[in-house]
């Protein structure tokens, strides 16, 4: 396996590939992986001939009370896991070559990016969308890999990437949990054991919201109220940012809850803003 760290590089090897007919899958990451970023990987393998994994740190999606500083950096043994996980090439850009001093130039994605995590991170979209479509450009890639447990993000980026006519097959694959459900984030690792436990409960609230549509409750309103029940039971001291039910295309909020619906939370346990989503 290649590790690249220069822009020009990573073109010039992408552009090789290219002209040796090779298709190339792209996983983004922001590092410090586990298995679910692996499970991308592993899905990356099967569609394309390379598979290329990026790991930044993307400094223009995180607000200015965020983690970016502290966010859980380990590129030695990420490095590893992509070698095992069948990754070709590894693309470690630096944030200055990036983001050079000059840098002005924002893709944003309007409506899809307004709602949801859009209100609470105002900036965090445009930044996830400038910086992939840099990386599309770096890489050009015929597949690109997202995770579902960032479900708007995934919408967002296939919008831009229907937008601005990328070549590129858009696959979303679905979130990997812990054995008790949490979904996997490299942000569990800031909680201590009773902290986790604690983090359980945006799963415990999905898993209620889908059991009472399944038994027929419809109406959002009583859902979120038992959600609501769940979440303090499990986690007493944490703040609910929002609890969302959408349609599952357009993220349009709904008030009847139907099989197409999609459940989209974001909660703080211990200061860890946790978001997770089900499919009802
Ligand atoms: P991140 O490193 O958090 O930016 O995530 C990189 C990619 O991995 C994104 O497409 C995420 O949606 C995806 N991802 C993160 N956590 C999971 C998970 N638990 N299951 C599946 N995909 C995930």
Redesign the pocket.
Same mark, same amino acid.
């Given at each position: 396996m290649q590790t690249i760290r220069s822009i020009t590089k990573m073109q010039k090897a992408s552009r090789q590939l290219a002209a040796r007919s090779k298709t190339i899958a792209l996983v983004?990451?922001?590092?410090n992986l586990h298995e679910?970023?692996l499970?991308?990987i592993r899905c990356a393998r099967k569609t394309a001939d390379v598979v290329i994994v990026t790991i930044f740190v993307n400094p223009k999606q995180f607000g200015p009370k965020e983690d970016y500083k502290k966010y859980p950096r380990d590129e030695k043994n990420d490095i590893a896991k992509i070698k095992k996980a069948g990754g070709d090439i590894v693309f470690i850009p630096k944030a200055t070559q990036i983001y050079p001093d000059d840098f002005q130039t924002y893709v944003t994605v309007e409506k899809l990016s307004q709602t949801l995590e859009g209100k609470s991170r105002p900036e965090h979209f445009r930044g996830v969308t400038t910086v992939v479509a840099k990386l599309f450009n770096i890489t050009r890639p015929d597949v690109a890999i997202?995770? %579902?447990?960032?479900f708007q993000?995934s919408k967002v980026l296939k919008q831009m990437t229907k937008d601005l006519g990328y070549p590129i097959k858009f696959v979303i %694959?679905p979130?990997?949990r812990e054995k008790d459900g949490l %979904?996997? +984030? +490299?942000r569990n690792r800031y909680f201590t054991v009773e902290q986790r436990h604690q983090a359980c409960c945006l799963y415990y609230a999905l898993r209620t919201a889908r059991e009472m549509v399944k038994s027929g409750i419809k109406d959002v309103r009583t859902i979120k109220s038992e959600m609501r029940a769940v979440i303090k039971a499990t986690s007493p001291k944490c703040k609910i940012d929002y609890i969302a039910f959408t349609e599952f295309d357009s993220l349009k909020p709904v008030s009847k809850a139907s099989k197409s619906t999609i459940c989209s939370l974001a909660v703080c346990v211990h200061n860890v803003r946790l978001i997770d989503n089900m499919r009802l």
């Open positions: 983004p990451t922001m590092g679910g970023h499970s991308l997202f995770g %579902a447990k960032d993000q %694959a979130t990997v %979904a996997m +984030s +490299s």
